[in-house]
């Protein structure tokens, strides 16, 4: 028997031999076509990061060495490939692709890949397991012959552009077990068909814009569902019972929908034990202590903003849970005390409610605790003293509720805390002497509490504070000398308190110091020395104090100094002359000891209240003198003179009359003034009247599509820019600027109002506007520099020298990030390009034209889809032009380009591009050549380093896909990493530059 055995195995392997030798010239066969299949797949791709550089045609080559491929080790066939995050940008190459016999595997996730899916070559993926077309460019609908391919297992076609329905068809998947659509701009209906994909594991639809409807009831019949995943679907109703079913689901997300009604009970069912095998292994010991690492149970639950009522079930709350996410809900009662047993809970967010109640005593003792957010409830009581029992908690949020007590001690111990909000409650007592140092604490807000004692010295120790928010309590003592090593202390604000002694010499070492405020205190003394090293400083509130002596002259130096108030204090002497060097939308030196004269730029009478209550004060705004003698006997003089000067108009009246008779009828025809309504958005002593004076072509110093650009000199010495825009307004595409519309009035004013309140020192300043029944006029601070646009690409960009360029750059960054991170709500800028960034008479920039900006509300996590493209040729986000959704992303892009165009010298858009743009040029040109290739040869080489730095700085912002794009936050932060110090020594030049105004810069009708 064993002899036959042997004789059989040696027949076998025979056999074999003699098969693979049949088998040798098809083999050969295959992998040359397989080669030439993958090859032909390169070219159709462009490839700035050189992934296929070993993909070559040489003889006997074999792909499966290629980047990216694999093969069967014994057939030597292609079954994966694998070019996730490669930058790669073509269209999906489904035809070829699939002609790869036991092709398995595919990912292209987070590239470039355009056009559509085609429907027919898909069919020939026979093999198919694995396709990953993720964070792409796909348009189109969705292929329903995806549904046939029968070993699928995992689709994903996240955050592509698809359209459409999903295909009822998608019912049909035999094997699928993961489905991914999220992010799409599906529409129609859920399919009810999807319950009918019983292998499903993981089903993701989150963020499309389905018709509003309920969640399809036939999900239930998902019994292997473990993830679903169903946020911003236009979800309304209640939860479907046939839910319940789902006894192996683990993740359970359903926010920002519109669900109603309460946490469904049945939620505790959705739990399974499941099968242990514990044969031919050495376990030993008795079975921990938690049972539920035998049992498949609900662990997050994401239920948050929607309009979910009643209370929370305590036996939600004794599921092993992970994470609880009900925000912004309608849901009253207590928390749970079973919460606290939830040994794995690592995050609790329930903010925007009507909880009551204490918060259970050992919340954080037996969990992870991470996250704890339950701002905006009703919740009263102490912190729990546990709250950080594992030493892993990050963020404690307890704001706008009616806590009491003080700050446990045991969280002085906390040193993983990065953020503590209590704001607005009723904690009193000293904070504890260690909690002030926590190293990794970055936020630090205490607001309108009954917190007392002083700032401990510990202080010191908090490295990474950014912001140390204290109003509204009853601190007391002196601000210790230890807060000038918080180096990255960007807000400082005690106001309200009862701080007192003098403000710490060491005050001015906090060089990123922002805001300042401690009005409304007891401090005194004098200001320290060396106010000048505050160069970052924004806003420096200290009224209602006692403090004493000279206001420092230094301040005039701080240059983005935009609030100044220093009022009811007991300050002397004469108002620094430096002062005027400042661009103040907020100055108060009012009832202090100051005396002498004004500075002439604050001599008018939008200032005379800023000034009020020092009798030793005197200067042309009435009411400030003391009525001394000779203040009587000049006005007797400038009596006689104004008579003498009345005496002689009444001829040179009588010489002109016909001239200006014929010259209002004439102005009257194109202007009825009496018609006219202007509304200001800051202190102004001129009227619309002497801005109508002014608009004739005289002035004239932009036009375009929109309007004209008119520069105003106003009687009081200043310039204005008026922008004229008239009621057929309609922005056309003749010079790329790619949004169609008409003018409307309704809301232009409430628009141009919201527009009117952003104080910043990088955004151009909107004074008022003027309108009428045919015409309204727009009227801005003038910028002597015009824009940047022009400048840059005009025989005069040899006077923006390397720093005063980084200088630019670094504030239209300051201004977008403004926009983007501290508007409520965040707006997008739609349009930003350097013809759009204006420069002040030191080349300040400032960010202009919100023709076409719009308003992001916070619900719509942070994405708008809008009816029309708007933007400018080569400043246009790749996906922006595919989606029509906009986000800060579409910004940063365009931010990029203008970044590229200061390195380069070039235009966005230039014929000798070929096809290309300006940042397909620099991608190809850096591939090619040297980086001395790209830099505009203006630029002097010693500031090559950093112009590099720069340079990537803005490659980075336009990468192709937006997820892989920095906030501007970040990109303000490594541009100013690359431009501190003194080198922004500006080039000099010869005389002023007159400027051309586009008339995009001054568009701001359209803000929403």
Partial sequence: MLEHTKISSVFSKMHLQILLILLLPTLAFSINQETLYLHTIKLGFDDPNGVFSNWNLHDNSSPCNWFGVKCDLLTRSVTSIDLSNTNIAGPFPASLLCRLRNIKYI????NSINSTIPVRELSGCKSLVHLDLAQNLLVGSLPSSLAELPELKYLDLTGNNFTGEIPASFGGFRRLEVLGLVENLLTGAIPPEIGNISTLKQLNLSYNPFYPGRIPPEIGNLTNLEVLWLTDCGLIGEVPGTLRRLNKLINLDLALNNLYGPIPSWLTELTTVEQIELYNNSFSGEFPSNGWYNMTALRRIDVSMNH??????????????????????????????????????????????????SLPKDLGKFSPLVWIDVSNNEFSGEIPVNLCGNGVLEEVLMIDNSFSGGIPGSLSQCWSLLR????????????????????????????????????????????????????????????????????????????????????????????????????????????????????????????????????????GSLSVLNYLDLSRNKFSGEIPVELQNLKLNQLNLSNNGLSGGIPPSYAKGRYKNSFLGNPGLCGDIGGLCDGKDEGKTAGYVWLLSLLFVLAVLVFVVGVVSIYWKYRNFKKAKRLDRSKWTLMSFHKLDFDEYEILEALDEDNLIGSGSSGKVYKVVLSNGEAAAVKKLSRSLKITDESCDIEKGNFHDDGFEAEVETLGKIRHKNIVKLWCFCTTKGCKLLVYEYM????????????????????????????????????????????????????????????????????????????????????????????????????????????????????????????????EYGEKDLVRWVCATLDQKSIDHVID????????????????????????????????????????????????????????????????????????
Wanted: hydrophobic content about 35%; some cysteine.
């Fill in 107 to 110: 990912s292209f996730f987070n």
């Fill in 308 to 357: 979910v009522t009643g209370s929370i079930p305590n036996e939600l709350c004794e599921l092993p849970l992970e994470s609880l996410n009900l925000y912004e809900n309608q849901l009253y009662g207590e928390l749970p005390i079973a919460i606290a047993n939830s040994r794995n809970l690592y995050e609790l967010k329930l903010f925007h409610n009507s909880l009551n109640g």
């Fill in 420 to 555: 503590v909000r209590l704001a607005r409650n009723k904690f009193s007592g000293d904070v504890p002497v260690e909690f002030w140092g926590l190293p990794k604490l970055s936020l630090l807000e205490l607001t309108d509490n009954s917190f007392s004692g002083g700032i401990a010295k510990t202080i010191a120790g908090a490295s990474n504070l950014s912001a140390l928010i204290l109003s509204k309590n009853e601190f007391s003592g002196n601000i210790p000398e230890e807060i000038g090593f918080l180096e990255n202390l960007l807000d400082f604000v005690g106001n309200d308190n009862k701080f007192s002694g003098s403000l710490p010499v060491s005050i001015v070492n906090l060089e990123k110091l922002e805001r300042m405020d401690f009005h409304n205190n007891e401090l005194s003394g004098k200001f320290p020395s060396g106010v000048h090293s505050l160069k970052k400083l924004n806003e420096l509130n200290l009224a209602n104090n006692d403090l004493s002596g000279d206001i420092p002259r230094e301040i």
């Fill in 784 to 911: 002597p520099n015009g824009s940047l646009g022009d400048l840059l690409h005009s025989s005069k960009s040899g006077l923006l020298d390397w720093p005063m360029r980084c200088k630019i750059a670094i504030d239209a960054a300051e201004g977008l990030s403004y926009l983007h991170h501290d508007c409520a709500p965040p707006i997008v800028h739609r349009d930003f390009k350097s013809n759009n960034i204006l420069l002040d008479g030191e080349f300040g920039a400032r960010v202009a034209d919100f023709g076409v900006a719009k308003a992001i509300d916070v619900n719509e996590k942070g994405t708008k889809s809008m009816s029309v493209i708007a933007g400018s040729c080569g400043y246009i986000a790749p996906e922006y032009a595919y989606t029509l959704r906009v986000n800060e992303k579409s910004d940063i892009y365009s931010f990029g380009v203008v970044i590229l165009e200061l390195v380069t010298g070039k235009l966005p858009v230039d014929p």
């Fill in 937 to 1008: 040869p203006k630029l002097d080489s010693c500031f090559k380093d950093d112009i590099c730095k720069v340079l990537n700085i803005g490659l980075l912002c336009t990468k192709p896909l937006p997820i892989n794009r920095p906030s501007m936050r970040k990109v303000v932060k490594m541009l100013q990493e690359v431009g501190g110090g003194d080198q922004f020594k500006t080039a000099s030049t010869d005389g002023k530059l007159t400027p051309y105004y586009h008339e995009d810069a001054l568009d701001q009708g359209n803000v929403a």
